[in-house]
T-cell receptor, first 116, second 111 residues
């Protein structure tokens, strides 16, 4: 039972390049999330997927797209990377709605992205 | 939009001293969650508080939820090196699918 896995662990891009961050969970969770964490900062929600087939914008969606490929997988795409997108990206999942009583979020190990 | 304010940003303590972090909201919260992130790691869930005035303990960690459900605190008694990391509070945002996160309090043990 691996929990939440993310690939790659590290990535360096040049400005304008594109890439996709992959996330998968094996806990049969319905909801999945993408966050970014800048140095010394809290977590900011980029996009989330409440259930398979749905996606919604979070606090900072500009410059990103997502795909909920199936119940297990939720990918984040940077179409044209910018230095401002240098950050650590975390994927998380929850059984239903993580703000609900009795629910919580489980995080992957993160992807450390640098855009030059 | 809704915010959860967390203070202090950093706390330096000698090993064995106590540590406290506080979270405040201008609106009533249905619940509040606490997470710990070790250096270089990812956030890990610690606890969820739901009831007004609730106090929960996990060994040397004491979590409190205010009577008005607008504030919460985490207190660590007699810190150890294993406590090093950043502690975050998080509460439901615009929908129950979103958590609004505090900025975190970094616990640093002085050598």
């Amino acid at each position: 039972n691996a929990g939440v896995t993310q690939t790659p662990k590290f990535q360096v891009l040049k400005t304008g390049q594109s890439m996709t961050l992959q996330c998968a969970q094996d806990m049969n969770h319905n909801s999945m999330y993408w966050y970014r964490q800048d140095p010394g900062m809290g977590l900011r929600l980029i996009y989330y997927s409440a259930s398979e087939g749905t996606t919604d914008k979070g606090e900072v969606p500009n410059g990103y797209n997502v795909s909920r490929l199936n119940k297990r997988e939720f990918s984040l795409r940077l179409e044209s990377a910018a230095p401002s997108q240098t950050s650590v990206y975390f994927c998380a999942s929850s059984l239903r709605a993580s703000g609900s009583v009795g629910d919580t979020q489980y995080f992957g190990p993160g992807t450390r992205l640098t855009v030059l | 939009g809704q915010q959860v304010m967390q203070i202090p940003q950093y706390q330096h303590v000698q090993e064995g001293e106590d540590f406290t972090t506080y979270c405040n909201s201008s609106t009533t919260l249905s619940n509040i969650q606490w997470y710990k992130q070790r250096p270089g790691g990812h956030p890990v869930f610690l606890i969820q508080l739901v009831k007004s005035g609730e106090v929960k303990k996990q060994k040397r960690l004491t979590f409190q939820f205010g009577e008005a459900k607008k504030n919460s605190s985490l207190h660590i008694t007699a810190t150890q090196t294993t406590d090093v990391g950043t502690y975050f509070c998080a509460a439901p945002g615009g929908s129950n699918y979103q958590l609004i996160w505090g900025a975190g309090t970094k616990l640093i043990i002085k050598p």
